[in-house]
């Protein structure tokens, strides 16, 4: 049985790792971020043989979802920020691990990687398990939503309260740190995906119109919105027609796809609610002041600032670049490890 360690500041990861459901970011000390890619692979049915000579990962992988044949099977061993295929993410791992180096490892590297905070031991056991086989010395474990409050740039050592919400693709993250620790936090499992695929649902039941998972994400990107906007936009949706099964087309508006997106949207407003109602009246008085930070691709959806502001009446504000957060706030810990030393204090659970 594996122990599961968790980042204590006293010895030095040789890379920080984001292993989302939807997106992997690798950082590098002195590097930067140096991989991001999709967290997707494709395989012959019933193997772990990667296609196209085992590069068939990452962007190679997801320009083949939806589209492919009965004899390759694409597919995201990740769902809901956790490892659902424990093989098919160690052949992910390891490729992706290989193609930052582009060399074979002298040392065994140590390896920092963000989690969910909803995270069971066995799911933490998962992942460990699965960067020691991709060759991993030591890993070290980091709750996502302290991880991507650092990444924001928040002073999260002060002794007044810091408020994340990092909407990824599998979970929604979120939490109010002071003083260097979580003072509360959820980890819910409602985030992009689920509204993508509240938009599938939408258009079949009110257009008769079956999409696939990346046509309901382009179009939450084009046209998606969390609040009304000025002056609603339009879009043309092609899919396949779920009476007739032949290729159709319809236009559909940004208020028709913020009414699909209204009930992952109240998901998460709730929850952040929850939050709040589980700080402490010092810790929520500070809030007033400083508000809560956007992170995570859902960040950028529109409106969504506009509309937890006005559910829970604290300032919020979308950070530089959401989509990073995480995979940045690894490589400040590994960059800035004496600051970080006594905010990051021993987490560490045997399992």
Known sequence: MHPVHFFMGAMTPDMGIDLGTVNTLIYVPGRGIVLFEPSVVAVRPGTNEVLLDGKAVGNIAKAMLGKAPSTICVTQPLKDGVIADFDLTEVMLRYFIRKVNKRKWGIRPRVLVAVPGGITAVEKRAVVSS????????????????????????????????????????????????????????????????????????????????????????????????????????????????IAGLPRSVTVSSEQIREALSGPLEQITDAVKTTLEQTSPELASDLLEHGMVLAGGGALLRGIDKLLQEETGIPVRITDDP?????????????????????????????
């Open 131 to 242: 960067l020691e086989r991709c060759g991993a010395r030591e890993v070290f474990l980091i709750g996502e939503p302290k991880a991507a409050a650092i990444g924001c740039g928040l002073p999260i050592s002060e002794p007044t309260a810091q408020m994340v919400v990092d909407i990824g693709g599998g979970t929604t993250e979120m939490a109010v740190i002071s003083l260097g620790d979580v003072f509360t936090q959820t980890s819910l499992r409602v985030a992009g995906d689920k509204m993508d695929e509240a938009i599938m649902k939408h258009m079949r039941a009110h257009f008769n119109l079956e999409i696939g998972h990346r046509t309901a994400e382009g179009v939450k990107i084009g046209i998606g919105s969390a609040f009304p906007i000025n002056g609603e936009i339009t879009a043309e949706v092609r899919g396949r027609d779920a």
């Open 323 to 351: 989509l990073t957060a995480v995979a940045r706030g690894t490589g400040v810990l590994l960059e800035n490890l004496n600051l970080y030393k006594d905010v990051l204090r021993d987490e560490d659970t045997e399992e």
